[in-house]
């Protein structure tokens, strides 16, 4: 039994995304709350850094905005993710928020029944406080929060200028995402049957879970088919992938992007494939950092700035890729069972490199300037 079964039963936790009138300085205080109610890795000396990554946050330029950008975090993941993202979007004068989706920040029990069209509600939310504060409103979404925005968008695109999808979640690369429902038969009766993975070391990562519950993971599932029945989408769209992801699918998000014919869409795409495109609006951005052993990008990486202070080169994570040119550990899109294999191997002295997943994006800082010149080639004044 996990040391801490708390962790996994549903604190049936309400989130403050009904009230459209809500102000965002509430809405953060009332997340906030619910946070420290109830995590259970607050009585360490970092709870208040602890609060802070799980929480909706407003990163406000010095000058009035007239550009607004809501920033989406994935699942299992919490606004910490998207943190590196608004403070470059600050920085250039945009007003950056981002909201918590319901069942994340607090304990992975919290998402045994949460259902996605309540993070629908949540971006909704977020659309509609912003929307008073800008002339101009961009959505920025990494993995299920890129599905979120798409999706969104799809059903009502009046207030929104543009999408920017990191990593989206257009399908899932386990085959048992659409039979993860299954699990109702069973856990009325033997609870732990709800779950994929319990991970006994959860609270190891304070920003993201690392436990899956499979109610989560189907939840993605249907959001992922109600996009596919929706129309085309009619509005600019900016994609940012690596070819290599192994938790999403990039030749699906590809092929998506590919049938889409608005005149500014974008795409950027991480790879080491010599493939080429003859679709002009396709970048091809090379994946591989030979000096920094990095082989491929990560699903993780894309949001994720060097310095990060949790995820980054001397990040406090313990499994921060600190990247240097003499260890002997070879960063990418590796699976927990590559990891596991390749520590084998190593104890055996069979291979000489450690693996990890890869946990910042090297290139970070090009991709800020694409989504900025993105911003910047379709904002117009209403």
Not at 11 to 34: E, G, R
Not at 155 to 163: C, L
Not at 309 to 326: L, N, P, Q, W
Request: one cysteine or more; aromatic letters at 12%; hydrophobic letters at 40%.
């Amino acid at each position: 039994m996990h040391k801490t079964p708390k962790l996994f039963i549903d604190p049936q936790t309400k989130y403050p995304i009904y009230d459209l009138n809500l102000s965002f300085t509430d809405y953060i205080a009332q997340c906030k709350a619910l946070i420290t109610r109830y995590r259970l890795d607050l009585n360490t000396a970092n709870a208040e850094q602890i609060i802070a990554a799980n929480s909706p946050f407003e990163l406000r330029p010095t000058q009035p905005a007239k550009y607004g950008a809501l920033l989406i975090h994935g699942l299992f993941d919490s606004p910490f993710l998207m943190r590196d993202i608004g403070l470059k979007l600050q920085a250039q004068g945009i007003l950056a928020r981002a909201i918590l989706l319901p069942g994340h920040g607090t304990i992975p029990g919290s998402l045994l029944h949460v259902d996605y069209r309540q993070w629908l509600q949540t971006v909704r939310y977020g659309i509609t406080t912003l929307a008073k504060e800008v002339d101009t409103l961009f959505l920025v979404g990494f993995s299920t929060g890129a599905s979120l925005a798409l999706y969104h968008t799809l059903q009502d695109s009046a207030k929104i200028a543009g999408v920017i999808l990191l990593s989206p979640a257009l399908k899932i690369c386990s085959i048992l995402a659409g039979i993860t429902n299954w699990h109702k038969a069973l856990s009325w009766a033997w609870p732990r049957a709800a779950w994929l993975h319990q991970d006994k070391d959860e609270m190891l990562d304070y920003a993201k879970y690392r436990s899956v519950p499979f109610n989560a993971v189907y939840q993605v599932y249907r959001l992922i088919q109600a996009i596919n029945k929706a129309e085309p989408a009619k509005f600019p769209l900016l994609f940012a992938l690596s070819q290599d992801d192994n938790t999403v699918c990039s030749r699906s998000s590809l092929h998506y992007f590919q049938h889409q014919t608005h005149p500014k869409n974008q795409l950027l795409l991480y790879s080491n494939d010599a493939t080429t495109y003859i679709d002009p609006r396709i970048t091809l951005r090379h994946a591989t950092y030979p000096k920094l052993h990095i082989n491929h990008f990560s699903h993780l990486a894309l949001p994720i700035s060097p310095q990060n202070s949790h995820y980054g080169e001397k990040g406090d994570y313990r499994f921060a890729s600190h990247v240097t040119e003499d260890n002997a550990t070879i960063y990418g899109e590796f699976s927990q069972s590559q990891i596991n294999l390749n520590e084998w191997l190593f104890k055996l002295k069979l291979t000489q490199h450690h693996y990890q997943r890869l946990s910042f994006n090297p290139d970070f800082d090009f991709l800020m300037r694409n989504i900025m010149q993105f911003m910047q080639g379709v904002a117009v004044k209403k």
